[in-house]
């Protein structure tokens, strides 16, 4: 599966914007898929995760409360809502997919990433 994420860009400091993420194939409801993000100087961390029916969420505990993710398999497309974003969100954002067999959302093993979106909050 091929991945491709969009709506990066400059916002200022608690303002929102919404990423997506659109996978090309037939198979998109296969995969549970995860947002992932990088600062400059840092290693990747997770962000927030969903399972392949949508039943099933789960957001790390530094933006929670502030970011929430959803999917729309018709259109196999997964999106990350992110309200009243800080500085320390600035990072380039990057979804993932990652086969699987149940509804099960996953933190870890994805098998395919996106290219990643930059998102800039500015003080």
């Known amino acids: 599966v091929q991945l491709q994420a969009s709506g990066g860009g400059l916002v200022q400091a608690g303002g929102s914007l919404r990423l997506s993420c659109t996978a090309s194939g037939r198979t998109f409801s296969s995969y549970a898929m995860g947002w992932f993000r990088q600062a400059p100087g840092k290693e990747r961390t997770f962000v927030t995760a969903i399972s392949r029916s949508g039943g099933s969420t789960y957001v790390a505990d530094s933006v929670k409360g502030r970011f929430s993710i959803s999917r729309d398999n018709a259109k196999n497309t997964v999106y990350l809502q992110m309200n009243s974003l800080k500085p320390e969100d600035t990072a380039v954002y990057s979804c993932?997919?990652?086969?699987?067999?149940?509804?099960?959302?996953?933190?870890?093993?994805?098998?395919?990433w996106g290219q990643g979106t930059q998102v800039t909050v500015s003080s």
């Open positions: 993932a997919a990652r086969r699987s067999y149940g509804d099960s959302y996953y933190t870890t093993g994805y098998d395919y």
